[in-house]
């Protein structure tokens, strides 16, 4: 863009002492030689601007563009900053009498790891999934920990009455 600015400067200043020129002159073919030349220059010129006007488009694009990119970074850093304290106080724990690996929230006075849990093959690769409690259909009968993010990471329940209320019970009693 430099480049093209010290262009249109020098087209301009060709073109003033041309012109200049034209006053001095008398000859009728040599003031026509020397409009013409008047008239590239100033074409020259406007090239220039033009192409000035073109990159300050495009780097104006460009700018527009940062600013929505580094508003949506931002955004997920905060959001990610959010997630990482609303499970500050999780570990890897057994739930469902040991059968289920999970990251939990401390069992609290009543010996229980309350949900959500996240999945832990999740939280291995930094992402936070709270898993869904889903009861068994017919077709496919058993309860279990789904995750949104993959069906590979489904934990089935072993056979017996759970409920999200006693999935996390601690085995502090046995
Ligand atoms: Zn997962």
């Known amino acids: 863009m ?3 600015i010290q262009l249109a400067i020098a087209s301009i200043t060709g073109a003033k002492s041309i ?7 008398r000859d009728t073919l040599k003031l026509t030689e020397l409009a013409t030349t008047l008239n590239a220059r100033l074409i020259d010129a406007q090239a220039s601007v033009l192409a000035i006007q073109r990159d300050q488009a495009l780097l104006n694009d460009e700018l ?7 508003a949506e970074l ?7 900053e959010r997630t ?7 570990e890897l724990t057994s739930i469902a009498s040991g059968h289920c690996v999970v990251y939990a929230a401390k069992p609290d006075e009543t010996g229980m790891c309350k949900p959500p849990y ?3 093959t999740c939280l291995q690769n930094g992402k ?7 009861m068994g259909t017919q077709k496919d009968p058993g309860r279990r920990f789904v995750c949104p993010v993959s069906a590979a990471h489904t934990l089935k329940l072993p056979r017996g009455g759970w409920t999200l209320q006693n999935v996390g ?3 502090k009693d046995g």
Not at 64 to 70: D, F, M, Q, V
Not at 74 to 80: M, P
């Open 169 to 171: 019970q601690t085995l």
């Open 2 to 4: 430099l480049n093209e």
């Open 19 to 25: 012109a200049e020129g034209l006053v001095a002159e």
């Open 84 to 90: 990482g304290q609303q499970y500050a106080d999780y």
């Open 64 to 70: 527009a563009r940062l600013k929505k990119e580094n």
């Open 128 to 134: 936070h999934s709270a898993l869904n409690f889903e």
């Open 74 to 80: 931002t955004d997920r850093l905060k959001r990610v």
């Open 118 to 120: 996240l999945c832990a």
